[in-house]
């Protein structure tokens, strides 16, 4: 009987504690628990999501206002490549407004420290709080970026902060060679391609527009008393730097406009040389070649004057010569 009455309190004793164990664990204090760590994890989902889109944004702006030329062209890359470029040439567009941007030499290295030590945490999957740096961080572990040819672009855009003219056109190409050319070889390994041929096109394409570029700018240049254009092309033709400050449309002046003009046109030309050996899917990097041609064919329309007011104005059929050029991927 004793036995009988010791089973039957150790079996209420274990459904005591078995109800006991229930109620705690559907308590609504419980409940409100559990709900609120749901709700914090969905609102930190939701504030990556906006996180993200945010610096998206922020690349976007940043390119369509700076490099607009170089926004259109992205926008007709491949999705899977499109935001990584978009992001490859926001940090090509920061470093290149430090020069002008910065007051002292120091104020602009100290930039460039900046970036040197953003790219390092970026292939430490440490990136820096910033918009930029977060969307390349993401373009790097997307595309398996080099970081060699990130940190070349850095290096040479550092070495140009001492704001002096190119002594010949050789360190005007190289410096093209290290900047631009590196951003074409970073674009075609978003698209996936690893191809020689395409690099030696790169090579020259980004020569090209290095020298447009410095060629387009001369005048905005010229307006803050600065001029960059090679000093071995003006001492040939006798066109000093006051000639160019002044705005002169003095046949000399042309002709040095002529010379290297020229020489942008022959890296084309190289360029397409290679075209029959290029894969196809490397057509979409090269379409800068549109906005060089374009520039190229109304600079010899303006007699070489570099300060013809029709070189000012924005070409309003570019995004359609782009796109016809996606469409056909040839360059």
Known sequence: MAAGVSVKHGLLCSKARLIYGLQRKISPYSVCIQRAAEIQSVRASSSTTG???????????LVRSRDYDGFLSSLLLPEKARRSSLALRAFNVEL??????????TIGLMRMQFWKTAIEEI???????????TELWRAVRTHKLT????????????????DRAYRNLQELEAYSENTQSSLMYLLLECLGVKNVH???????????????TCLRATPYHSSRRKVYLPMDICMLH???QEDFIRGSREQNIRDVVYDIASQAHVHLQHARSFSHNVPAAAAPAFLPTVVLEDY?????????????????????????QLYIRSWKKTY
């Open 96 to 105: 290149a407004q430090v020069k002008d941007s910065v007051s002292q030499k």
């Open 198 to 212: 395409a690099d030696h096109a790169a090579s020259h394409i980004g020569k090209a527009q290095g020298i447009v």
């Open 147 to 162: 970081k060699r040819w990130l940190l070349r672009i850095i290096t040479e855009r550092e070495k140009d902060l001492d």
């Open 238 to 240: 006798g066109a000093s």
């Open 123 to 133: 292939y430490r999957d440490e990136p820096p709080n910033q918009p930029v740096s």
């Open 296 to 320: 190229l064919h109304r600079v010899r329309r303006a007699d070489f004057d570099v300060f013809h007011k029709s070189l000012q104005n924005r070409n309003p059929l570019l995004p359609i």
């Open 51 to 61: 996180d993200s889109q945010h610096t998206e944004k922020y690349c976007l702006d």
